[in-house]
């Protein structure tokens, strides 16, 4: 598992979220990159900034599903599906710590 920093424009250092990251992979055709995990900490949103920082890229979030069912927004201890914009390489490991 790999811990990342997800930053939107209202956050404070302090309520930023940090997100658990169970699978990651890169959809076919170019669509984007899907990332499954856990908000351990803080807020997220569509239209936020995911940081990848062992892979030093920072990549917006296109969509969410919890459940199978499309959401806005998701807070601490939730279960998501991220969609990112841009092909990411997820094969390799990155974590915040």
């Known amino acids: 598992m ?10 404070t250092p302090l309520s930023e979220c940090i997100f658990v990251v169970s699978v990651g992979f890169a959809l ?3 669509q984007g990159t899907v990332m499954t ?4 900490r803080g807020k997220v949103s569509v239209g936020d900034n995911i940081e990848l920082p062992g892979l030093k890229l920072e990549r917006k979030i296109k969509s969410m599903q919890m ?6 927004q998701a807070c601490q201890v939730n279960r998501l599906l991220l969609c990112l914009a841009y092909r990411v390489n997820t094969a390799e490991p990155y974590c915040v710590y």
């Open 28 to 30: 076919a055709g170019g």
């Open 37 to 40: 995990g856990t908000v351990l």
């Open 2 to 11: 790999s811990c990342v920093r997800i930053r939107s424009e209202h956050a």
């Open 67 to 72: 459940f199978h069912r499309p959401v806005e």
